[in-house]
């Protein structure tokens, strides 16, 4: 039973930080890619970021820049550090394993998310 459990979300000022974490078990972690997703009120669930088995990175163009996806293989484990933070960044965020090493896109498995506030 794959699961995967997010942590550090929170309420942050608008150009602070926040780091987010994804805790997997139940699968050997190093060989899915993972993607981190958001949902705001009343829209629908996007893409923020994905990272493959091996490290290769794609974003969103909302957020180029201002996060950066990685994962350390040894602790299971998948990050997203989110700085600049603006208003539209408030969300629940997912993680979510991928079917493949490469494809992160279409999602096996999803966490419960975390809310992610920024407001003055």
């Known amino acids: 039973q794959v699961q995967l459990v997010e942590s550090g979300g929170g309420l942050v000022q608008p150009g602070g930080s926040l780091r987010l974490s994804c805790a997997a078990s139940?699968?050997?972690?190093?060989?899915?890619?993972m993607g981190w997703y958001r949902q705001a009120p009343g829209k629908q669930r996007d893409v923020v970021a994905g990272?493959?088995?091996?490290?290769?990175?794609n974003y969103a163009d909302s957020v180029k820049g201002r996060f950066t996806i990685s994962r350390d293989n040894a602790k299971n484990t998948m990050y997203l550090q989110m700085n600049s933070l603006k208003p539209e960044d408030t969300a629940v965020y997912y993680c979510?394993?991928?079917?493949?090493?490469?494809?992160?896109?279409?999602?096996?498995?999803w966490g419960q998310g975390t809310q992610v506030t920024v407001s003055s």
């Open positions: 979510s394993q991928g079917k493949n090493m490469f494809n992160w896109r279409d999602p096996a498995y």
């Open positions: 139940g699968s050997i972690f190093s060989l899915y890619a």
């Open positions: 990272i493959t088995s091996n490290g290769g990175t």
